[in-house]
């Protein structure tokens, strides 16, 4: 396993194991490296500035959020302050290969330590 | 509605059988097989369901989305027939493919068996076959590594005749927040499959879905529509009602008319519009209280 941050290119297993997160969905992807990162509760707003390859985060958990993560083929979703991610997210989630994980820690401390990571916004 | 022009791909789905467009290679399942086996078989051949079959005769359907209940409960143990449907809905192989449109429609299904007249499993069939069925037959090869040879090229060169659209028509249920957003992923598929830049194809995405969160959101349900020529693709998003009171405010950011619940899941931040506006080439909007809304946009290639 490679923890280093050459090339600024971390991966979801890495991001997994720093930030002690749960994986719900799509285990398989581990190795894909994200792009960066975006951070918004408002689906719009993550339709109109989240890019490809970003990890997503944020507190809403309905299965809405995996056809945004699809659309806009984000590397993962974290949806953070232990909120329960609803039956329908996970199994559409499997189905349309997105990986969601979870977290009891806050979108705030989420972020700054993806960031301190190397994982940058944009 | 108004009626549209029939086009190429609209004429094809009434004249293609489902033996055309069905997978013929049924991967099945036997009835006293457990859901770990059932998780092997889905994961190797990398589908979503199977077709549960007894002595030659197809007893149930089996799906992933079983498997996830299963799995939820910790019955990885239970035989295949405890969890399967039993009521499966078929199709038959000489039935025209418009039939099994209708189908995926009606039914949150994501494949149906084809039977042959004598009741046989000869095939399944899924909304992929059909996009791929009918993309075959405008002279377009489907295959991965073909698709391959196609990425980021104008395709329709390859389309033989000028006049050929290819459609994606979805009917959009009204607060249907569950399967948002799956109109906007296959006309996004389609795009992909034929090769379109992924730029454009993200404009699109973006577009598509805002238009169908505008009906899940605010109409009674209505139809969201892609239209694909060499020049441009065109999306509009039409329905029956309740229509906009002011398109003015409509239009403006941060406007939004959603109920707080609607809120609360983050969509209605008055963002949808502004969102469709920026990645269209144009975009049109009427409405009428009581008649209903139609959204037209227009992305160029």
Known sequence: MNHKLEGGSVTLREIKYKLSLKIKTAKEHLNIEVTGGYSSDLLSDVMANAKKGNIWITVQSHPNIVAVASLLELSAVIVTGGKKIEKETLSRAEREDITIFDTTDSTFNIVGKLYKMGVIGG | MEEKKVTKAQELVYELRIRDTMTKEVITIKPDH???????????????????????????????????????????????????????????????????????????????????????????????????????????????????????????????????????????????????????????????????????????????????????????????????????????????????????????????????WVKELGFGAGLGFINIKNCADEMNLESEVGKGTKLKIIINL
């Open chain 2, 34 to 260: 457990t859901i770990k086996d059932l998780r092997n078989i889905l994961k190797e051949n990398r589908i979503s369901g199977v077709p549960v079959i007894d002595k030659e005769l197809m007893v149930g359907i089996i799906s992933i989305e079983d498997l996830i209940k299963a799995l939820a409960k910790n019955e990885m143990d239970a035989k295949v027939h405890e969890k399967m449907t039993k009521n499966v809905i078929i199709l038959y192989e000489d039935e025209p493919t418009i039939n099994a449109v209708k189908k995926f429609n009606k039914y949150d299904f994501g494949r149906f068996p084809i039977l042959n007249r004598e009741g046989k499993l000869v095939g399944i069939l899924t909304q992929k076959d059909i996009i791929r069925g009918l993309l075959r037959r405008i002279e377009l090869d489907y295959h991965a590594n073909e698709l391959q040879k196609y990425k980021n090229v104008d395709i329709f060169k390859d389309i033989v005749t000028e006049h050929t659209n290819i459609i994606v028509r979805r009917y959009v249920v009204g607060n249907d927040f569950i399967h948002g957003g799956e109109a906007a992923g296959e006309i996004k598929k389609s795009l992909v499959g034929l090769g379109i830049k992924p730029n454009i194809v993200r404009r699109v995405a973006v577009a598509a879905y805002e238009a169908e969160m505008n009906l899940i959101i605010h109409s009674d349900g209505g139809e969201l529509f892609a239209d694909i020529n060499q020049e441009r693709i065109k999306i509009e998003a039409n329905d029956n009602g309740p229509g906009i009171t002011d398109i003015e405010k409509a239009l403006t950011g941060g406007f939004s008319t959603a109920p707080d």
